[in-house]
């Protein structure tokens, strides 16, 4: 690789670095081309990649960045995984991770905070963007589900008594 390619590597990763809501580093030391092309392919459906670089480049590419403290997870063997949406790298990464103990999660980086494995596993608990967004939708529903219900509710109650009252005259 000579020198330009290295500053575009450099580039392209400090740009990842940068965008990405969530960065997972781990340690894929012993894993098969079948078992890497399955966590890319995890990865790609969730609109995520992963990242394979030397420690070098990554770390001079880190360089300035928010997340520069995450250079010392940059050791032996690692790849990196990330994503736009700050859960869904983790999310995989995780459920990856208990499948195959030769995919070892080091820790990663979420905006500014760098963090350690229970970092990574916390953010993979929390739901997603989606997730959240349809909570505030249900909330913000409720209200007039519940008005809706509370207006109905009188014509059916009185459409009830009469067709009782109905019934007791016919019989």
């Not at 990330?82 to 991770?97: I, K, N, S």
């Not at 219900?149 to 007791?168: D, H, Q, R």
Request: with cysteine; hydrophobic share 50%.
């Amino acid at each position: 690789m000579d020198r330009a390619q290295k500053e575009q590597l450099v580039e392209e990763l400090g740009q990842i670095f940068a965008s990405s809501g969530v960065v997972v580093v781990a340690r894929y030391e012993g894993m098969t081309v079948a078992q890497m092309q399955d966590l890319r392919a995890k990865l790609r459906e969730v609109g995520g990649s992963v990242r394979v670089a030397k420690n070098t480049l990554a770390k001079i590419a880190l360089e300035g960045k928010s997340a520069a403290k995450m250079a010392d997870l940059l050791t032996g063997m690692t790849v990196m995984s990330y994503t736009e949406d700050p859960v869904a790298a983790a999310r995989v990464c995780e459920a990856y991770a208990k499948g195959n103990d030769k995919f070892v999660i080091l820790g990663g980086a979420m905006g500014e905070t760098v963090l350690d494995l229970a970092g990574v596993k916390a953010v993979a608990a929390m739901p997603s963007r989606e997730e959240l967004l349809a909570q505030i939708v249900s909330c913000i529903g409720a209200p007039a589900s519940n008005i809706a219900g509370a207006i109905g509710a009188p014509a059916s109650n009185i459409a009830s008594i009469l067709s009782t009252i109905e019934e007791k005259a016919a019989a």
